[in-house]
Nanobody, 113 residues
Framework: VQLQAFGGGLVHAGGSLRLSCAAS????????MGWYRQAPDEPREFVAQ???????DYLDSVKGRFTISKDNGKNTVYLQMNNLKPGDTAVYYC????????WGQGTLVTVSS
């Protein structure tokens, strides 16, 4: 299983980014797919997830700003991030749960004030 996350970058506060997580060796249509993040000197935290039926869940601080979605045909999961804040600065990781947890490499998101 490989999860390749990309789309991070540097953005000003109030800006937007879309992260993508391309999966191989695993079918995202039947997995629970999630995004986590880890800021410097902080533990990794849950950000958002989408289940096989398309049901979603979010960290309270990103509700209304972030949207997780998936394209089963492309076997890819997305995280649309709007109205970004400096507190969103972190390395973002894609995770899949299907019989076992699988992690992708991180992509860095930096939000300047």
């Amino acid at each position: 299983v490989q999860l390749q996350a990309f789309g991070g970058g540097l953005v000003h506060a109030g800006g937007s980014l879309r992260l993508s997580c391309a999966a191989s060796g695993l079918d995202v249509s039947i997995a629970i797919m999630g995004w986590y993040r880890q800021a410097p000197d902080e533990p990794r935290e849950f950000v958002a997830q989408i289940n096989a039926r398309g049901g979603t869940d979010y960290l309270d601080s990103v509700k209304g700003r972030f949207t997780i979605s998936k394209d089963n045909g492309k076997n890819t999961v997305y995280l649309q991030m709007n109205n970004l804040k400096p507190g969103d600065t972190a390395v973002y990781y894609c995770k899949a749960d299907l019989y076992a947890p699988w992690w992708g490499q991180g992509t860095l998101v930096t939000v300047s004030s």
